[in-house]
């Protein structure tokens, strides 16, 4: 498995911006898809974005779509989500995930798919 560390999160007021940072080792980081998920208290960890293993393909769900934009650096062995136009309903732990895969083009939207995760950086989105 390949080893995550989030980072980025915060406190920002409602109609700001953050961007995560995930940072991967241990493993070759570009043969993983990547996820982002988040996770607020009581409720289920919920997806956010994903991203293939090229970063040439991209998904979102419908509550964050045009807002938060998931890219990927292998170089650097690191995948970001960009959070702009943030809401109070935004609050969560974000967690990122990783699962190896020989298909270049797939990405992934479910928590059950990815085997590797972070331990997660807390955002606060105040009103």
């Known amino acids: 498995q390949v080893q995550l560390v989030e980072s980025g999160g915060g406190l920002v007021q409602a109609g700001g911006s953050l961007r995560l940072s995930c940072a991967a080792s241990?493993?070759?980081?570009?043969?993983?898809?990547m996820g982002w998920f988040r996770q607020a208290p009581g409720k289920e960890r919920a997806f956010v974005a994903a991203?293939?293993?090229?970063?040439?393909?991209?998904y979102y769900p419908d509550s964050v779509k045009g807002r938060f934009t998931i890219s990927r650096d292998n170089a650097k062995n690191t995948v970001y989500l960009q959070m702009n136009t943030l809401k109070p309903e935004d609050t969560a732990v974000y967690y990122c995930?990783?699962?190896?895969?020989?298909?270049?083009?797939?990405?992934?939207?479910?928590?059950?798919?990815?085997?590797?995760w972070g331990q997660g950086t807390q955002v606060t989105v105040s009103s």
């Open positions: 991203i293939n293993r090229s970063g040439s393909t991209t």
């Open positions: 995930a990783g699962k190896p895969t020989i298909q270049r083009s797939s990405f992934y939207f479910s928590p059950n798919d990815y085997d590797s």
């Open positions: 241990g493993r070759t980081f570009s043969n993983y898809a």
